[in-house]
């Protein structure tokens, strides 16, 4: 077998899937996307796609590498989603030549379904008790929220305070043993950032994810020693060697590395593997759409240490096109008790329908993240 083309897809809300076809006539499909910068990613892919036209798809290891290595400048956000795209369509093509999920693939399950969690809340969380009980009727047992709007480097105790009234509107709506998961999305720097850990204390969070961006993971050690509250990040990282500092230092808890991301199932696969190591949990990220979401389900199926998965039915970013738009079967992604089974059928376990996505692909997008400013008239991070 020969892979013999690559297609990409721009598809709203603001996605890229990936088409690789084989000369058998076997199909696989991937979701090379880094927010923002879709065609950007695609250009990446069709750069890569020189080296694997023509190649053998069941030698994914090796086509890893060289994609990866041979590239005297490596890694990144735009390399690493373009090299993930293609990795999972691999996978995805090797399944199904072989009639298998993936997860057969990399050793077997270890789990027959994950906990899912669900947005709440938007850029500018409100209302959150109302969506967190609606969360709630529809079977989930854990939300994720924004913690706060802009925060300057120092900013006034107001902010913290609305921050900790909205986390007390879903403690007060749902109970004190509901999962809450709270974001803080790297707007907060490090001065704010232990005030507003110490004073969520007593809510008892699942987790607090991103206190500080990624490049300020020496700040951890001071948040840590505020709270007790597990430690989330990763979403801005791609690499095993881009965890390997965070893993070394020992104060994030839980490593969120996104497939669509981070070099797609193989190299996250071994971030989860380097995680596990250390004792810490796995939360894949995947704030995207339905081929992204069978790759990290796929993960899920053989990682120890993943406990929860996010997905992105109705987040506040699907506002034309949603999860399940794309696909001929769309019961794959059945959310029961707060739970999703993994996907059993052959490579990701999903049904692409190519019509829709060829369709949606003459409409596209141009998706980029909001620019804020502050008070002051300077940059904020969003």
């Excluded at 030698?59 to 590239?71: F, K, Q, S």
């Excluded at 789990?111 to 947005?119: A, F, H, Q």
């Excluded at 994810?209 to 990763?234: D, F, R, W």
């Amino acid at each position: 077998m020969k892979i013999v083309g690559l297609t990409t897809y721009v598809v709203p809300p603001r996605w890229c899937f990936l088409k690789v076809d084989t000369d058998e006539g076997i199909v696989g499909w991937g979701e090379p996307v880094l927010e923002g910068r879709a065609h950007t990613v695609a250009a990446a892919v069709s750069e890569l796609a020189d080296y694997v036209v023509g190649r053998d798809p069941f030698l994914i290891e090796d086509h890893w590498t060289v994609m990866y290595r041979a590239g005297f400048y490596r890694g990144g956000g735009i390399h690493m989603s373009a090299l993930a795209g293609i990795d999972q369509a691999l996978w995805d093509i090797k399944g199904k030549a072989l009639g298998v999920p993936v997860h057969q693939l990399l050793g077997g399950p270890v789990r027959e379904r994950i906990r899912v969690y669900s947005w709440i809340g938007g850029d500018r969380p409100a209302d959150t008790a109302a969506m967190a009980r609606d969360c709630a009727a529809r079977g989930f047992t854990a939300v994720k929220m924004n913690a706060t709007e802009e925060l300057q480097i120092v900013d006034s105790h107001d902010k913290v305070d609305a921050v900790l009234a909205r986390v007390q509107a879903v403690r007060d709506a749902l109970g004190p043993h509901f999962g809450i998961g709270l974001d803080f999305h790297g707007r907060v720097h490090r001065p704010m950032a232990k005030v507003i850990a110490r004073e969520l204390e007593p809510f008892r969070l699942m987790f607090i994810e991103e206190p500080v961006l990624s490049e300020h993971v020496e700040a951890l050690k001071e948040i840590a020693n505020h709270c007790a509250t597990p430690i989330a990040l990763g979403e801005r990282l791609y690499s095993r060697w881009d965890f390997k500092r965070v893993l070394a230092d020992g104060y994030v808890d839980i490593v969120q590395p996104d497939p669509s991301h981070a070099g797609g199932i193989t190299e996250t696969r071994k971030i989860a593997a380097m995680a596990e190591a250390y004792d810490v949990a796995l939360a894949l990220h995947c704030p995207l759409g339905p081929i992204a979401l069978a790759a990290n389900l796929q993960l899920d199926a053989v990682c120890y240490n993943a406990f929860i998965q996010e997905q992105s039915l109705g987040i506040h970013y699907n506002t034309t096109n949603d999860l399940l738009d794309y696909l001929r079967d769309p019961s794959v992604f059945a959310y029961r008790d707060g739970h999703v089974a993994i996907p059993q059928r052959p490579g990701l376990g999903i049904d692409v329908d190519e019509d829709v996505v060829k369709r949606m692909a003459e409409v596209g997008h141009r998706w980029r993240n909001p620019v804020w400013r502050h008070a002051d008239g300077s940059f904020a991070e969003w």
